[in-house]
């Protein structure tokens, strides 16, 4: 018996899953549902402050559950005036746009000006 159709179609098959798997993004810690623009960029430098929204209003701050009390407390230690510091929002859609001022505002207050909203 000829073996050879047989393991051209277990090779295909293998490149078939190996191609239409998911690939896991571990970075991100909550599940947040981005807004879509068709001008978006991906920015990936490394000083900047990651922050996420989630529906529910929860935030963290570099994958750490924090309220935004703590935030502004966090904020305030960092040491601003030395470096240019960037930060990144990434809210979900469905969040109340008064939220995400309030943590830009706090951003701002704290000296961080190059301020970004994450969309996919």
């Not at 929860?58 to 750490?64: D, H």
């Not at 309030?102 to 207050?109: C, I, N, R, Y």
Request: aromatic content about 4%; proline content about 3%.
């Amino acid at each position: 018996m000829d073996m050879t159709p047989l393991i051209d179609v277990v090779f295909l098959l293998i490149i078939f899953f190996m191609v239409s798997t998911v690939f896991v993004d571990f970075s991100r810690k909550m599940d947040i549902n981005l807004p879509t623009s068709k001008s978006s960029l991906v920015d990936e430098t490394p000083k900047t402050l990651e922050i996420q929204m989630s529906k529910d209003k929860k935030i963290t701050l570099a994958g750490k559950s924090i309220t935004i009390l703590g935030l502004e407390q966090a904020l305030a230690k960092l040491d601003m005036k030395s470096k240019k510091q960037t930060a990144v929002i990434r809210a979900d859609k469905i969040l109340p746009y008064g939220e995400v001022i309030q943590v830009m505002g706090l951003l701002q207050k704290a000296g961080v000006l190059d301020i970004s909203v994450a969309v996919k």
